[in-house]
């Protein structure tokens, strides 16, 4: 089963799909996150709604406001020539719900803020919350599986890190000054429409295997990436255990887990698409879940307004 959110004059409501059609669900429902939390009890009752056209809809994030929404860095095989040093563990960053955009949604870049550029992503969505998962229960705490865009600025990157001498213990009751290099994501990752998210939560039994999807990357009708998720170098499980040792993960929290990096054959890569400077729209799908599409827009705005 499917299940997105749609605006409608009284913020949201949910609908559901299948291979038979797509349907209102009833409101007594809620929203993602209630089904989310109440599957056992909701599941039975999510069919029969009335008939949804979905070109007259205007999409929302799917979950609209998750706990957090945690995204694994530099987690692609294609990145390991250049990774010149790095743990052998996930490495991790958050995105602000704030951040999320639904489908279909323009996507508005100031031109302040500098280069933009789509990562395409596949993301969990976590069903049962838990702490100190074991790896090999990790998939029961997964819910479903939806498409992110994890929207990067590379000039707010260089604007945001420090090179600084960083205080460590001597060993001796005294400090010593360490030549460190750090960078902030709160505002190259955390943006406002940095996160176009949906339109479907994919319910986890319809995807046997996470690891065995092809993803494309669209510019303008351009392919600019096509790769699969068996590239990712650490898998759900992996991660999924791996970050309940730190925090509790919750019902309807998001793991992103790493962009498609692999570029097409005509030597494009997300890199190279600027969408502040290239605007129109940008789509990532994939196999099994869908496609995620975006138009962009720039929108200068004062500052301090």
């Not at 949201?12 to 429902?29: E, I, Q, Y």
């Not at 260089?158 to 005294?174: K, S, V």
């Not at 319910?203 to 990436?225: F, K, S, Y």
């Not at 499980?237 to 005509?266: P, W």
């Amino acid at each position: 089963m499917r299940l997105g959110t749609v605006r409608t004059a009284d913020g949201g409501r949910v609908v559901a799909a299948d291979g038979t059609g797509v349907w209102w669900v009833d409101p007594r429902h809620g929203n993602v996150l209630d089904i989310i939390e109440n599957w056992a009890a909701a599941q039975p009752e999510l069919g029969g709604g009335a008939p949804v056209d979905l070109a007259t809809v205007t999409w929302r994030p799917p979950v609209t406001r998750p706990g957090k929404v945690i995204c694994v860095a530099l987690n692609n095989s294609a990145n390991k020539d250049r990774i010149m040093s790095g743990p052998d563990h996930p490495a991790t960053f958050i995105k602000p719900s704030s951040s999320l955009l639904g489908h279909g949604c323009a996507i508005e870049l100031d031109p302040a803020w500098g280069r933009v550029h789509p990562e395409p992503e596949l993301a969990v969505v976590i069903g049962t919350t838990g702490r100190h998962i074991p790896v090999e229960r990790a998939y029961d705490h997964v819910f479903g599986y939806t498409i992110i865009n994890d929207l990067t600025a590379p000039i707010m990157r260089g604007e945001d890190t420090f090179h600084y001498r960083a205080i460590h213990p001597d060993g001796d009751g005294g400090v010593r000054y360490v030549d460190s290099w750090v960078s902030y994501s709160g505002r190259y990752k955390g943006s406002d429409g940095f996160g176009p998210i949906g339109p479907w939560v994919v319910t986890r039994d319809e995807i046997p295997d996470p690891h065995a999807l092809a993803i494309r990357c669209i510019h303008d009708g351009r392919l600019v990436t096509e790769d699969n998720t068996a590239n990712l170098r650490f898998h759900v499980d992996a991660v999924v255990a791996f970050l309940s040792e730190y925090m509790t993960l919750e019902a309807g929290d998001i793991v992103a887990m790493g962009t498609a990096l692999k570029a097409s054959g005509s030597g494009g890569a997300v890199q190279n698409v600027d969408l502040t400077v290239l605007g129109g729209v940008i789509e990532v799908e994939i196999e099994g879940i869908g496609t995620l599409s975006n138009p962009v827009r720039t929108v200068a705005h004062e500052v301090g307004r």
